[in-house]
């Protein structure tokens, strides 16, 4: 019978518990029923929010009249009371976070540019800060409106019953609201442009167009305006509309366009 050399052994066995402990260990991990964390949805932003938002920028502390439109990566967020446009691009979602880029005007013109970054709550509502200067820096909330499950038709907007859509825009005056008509071909021609202001007296070219978006209460815009005393502003623009009811259905329009250089906006009644 062969002796056992008990010296190599006992050498030996170190080696051979931490090889046993690796196995063990390793089993623990292949066992571990801890469910991996589940990762939290993009927020799906697009939708009407409502006239109720609220701002805080530099040199206008109490805004109260803030809504927004939201198109896929799209934002556009107007105060009416203040003439100030936010014409956005939503460049990342992360679960319920956000961040965007604005290109912000004032009474029509004067474009600055400003950076945001916020949370979607979906169905709910939007919240972020402003990082530039002057009323590209503070912050904002935005609520959801509950017409968001109603659905975007031409019938509601084409002129019927209203005469036209009218509202003031670059510093017309009071007695001199911008006038247009909408017909059931989405068709868009101005009404009234003696207007005075940033568009005196613009007209509305007849290939513009407005759209409703699919499966949403929002209309696209596609407009040219033409013959306005100042010819910088004779160009293309494009934007985002809806309704919004004041004291019967659908009898304000909220309407929103840029060219890049000039905005054209107002709650359109």
Partial sequence: MPQL???????ASPLILLVLI???LQGCFLDDDDPAPVPVPDAM???YYDVTGTASLGGIPNITDLQAIVNGNSIMMMSVANELLYDGTITSISGNDFTATFTIYDDGENPITAT???VITQGSSITGT????GVGSGTFSLIYAISNNQVASLSRIENTTNATWGALVGGSTATAAFE???DAMGGMVDDVNNVQGLFHPCQIALISTISPIADTNL?????E??????TNVSTNYTGLATTRTQSNADDTLVFMMTSGAYSFSSDFQ
């Fill in 5 to 11: 050399n008990l010296p190599k052994l006992l050498a």
């Fill in 22 to 24: 690796a196995l063990v």
């Fill in 45 to 47: 932003p697009t939708g």
């Fill in 116 to 118: 945001a970054s916020g």
């Fill in 130 to 133: 402003l990082t530039g200067s």
């Fill in 180 to 182: 247009f008509i909408i």
């Fill in 219 to 223: 209309y696209e815009i596609n407009a």
């Fill in 225 to 230: 305006l033409v013959g306005c005393a100042n």
